[in-house]
């Protein structure tokens, strides 16, 4: 039973390219959510979303960046025109459907760098 | 605001004896709490959870202690090993306002030593 995968575990931008990262949710969940590390903090709540909804962007900033998950495929973080404060480690986490035992499972992790 | 504080950015214990972890925290909504385990280059991995009904949860080698009152829990593992050598994360969320987005404190990195 596959966890949750993300693709690129690696991604190098220039600034001002475009950045997409990947995230399979584990088989049977719906829930997805993408967080972020930057270098010596804690991971930082992005958006949660479930298939073809977005439940809560509270942590998305405000431009340049949107994420998806729709009815078919995996859910996408993109990031347009990409600035060197974008460099962060960005973690996906799928739960299930039983809020009573609400635990996030995360991927590996995309480690983007912006040169 | 961080809400999630945790406040010893590394612990160092021999191997066999009790680690204890430490986590505050502000929010008097959060009511559900996890702890996961991260090496270097990887994804969190989870450990263990408790309910703010609950002041107690124990899972083999580790047990997590929850004081609503002081806005405080802990973790422990006894007895360490040099694999939980890792940075440990303590998270919370308010899942009884149906908010299930997860609040990270900035991890305490444990070297147990053999």
Redesign the interface.
């Not at chain 1, 010596?40 to 709540?45: A, C, D, R, V």
């Given at each position: 039973n596959a966890g949750?995968m993300?693709n690129p575990r690696h991604l190098v931008r220039r600034r001002g390219q475009e950045a997409r990262l990947r995230c399979s949710p584990m088989k049977g969940h719906s829930?997805v959510?993408w967080?972020r590390q930057l270098p010596?903090?804690?991971?930082?709540?992005m958006v949660?979303l479930q298939k073809e909804n977005i439940i809560?962007e509270?942590?998305m900033p405000k431009e340049r960046f949107s994420a998806e998950f729709p009815k078919e495929g995996p859910s996408i973080l993109r990031i347009q025109q990409v600035v060197r404060g974008d460099s962060a480690a960005y973690?996906c986490?799928s739960?299930g459907e039983d809020?009573s035992s609400?635990?996030?499972?995360?991927?590996?992790?995309t480690?983007l760098s912006v040169l | 605001d961080q809400q999630v504080k945790q406040n010893s950015p590394s612990l160092s214990v021999q191997e066999g004896r009790i680690s204890i972890l430490n986590c505050d925290y502000t929010n008097s909504m959060f009511d559900y709490f996890l702890w996961y385990k991260k090496y270097p280059a990887e994804g969190p991995t989870f450990l263990i959870s408790i309910s703010s009904i609950k002041d107690k949860n124990e899972d083999g080698r580790f047990t997590v202690f929850l004081n609503k009152s002081a806005k405080h829990l802990s973790l422990h593992i006894v007895p360490s090993q040099p694999g939980d050598s890792a940075v440990y994360f303590c998270a919370a969320s308010d899942r009884g306002g149906s908010n299930y987005k997860l609040t990270f404190g900035k991890g305490t990195l444990l070297t147990v030593n053999p």
């Open positions: 949750v993300q829930h959510y967080y010596e903090e804690g991971l930082k709540f949660y809560d509270s942590g973690f986490a739960s809020r609400d635990i996030q499972y995360f991927g590996a992790g480690r | -």
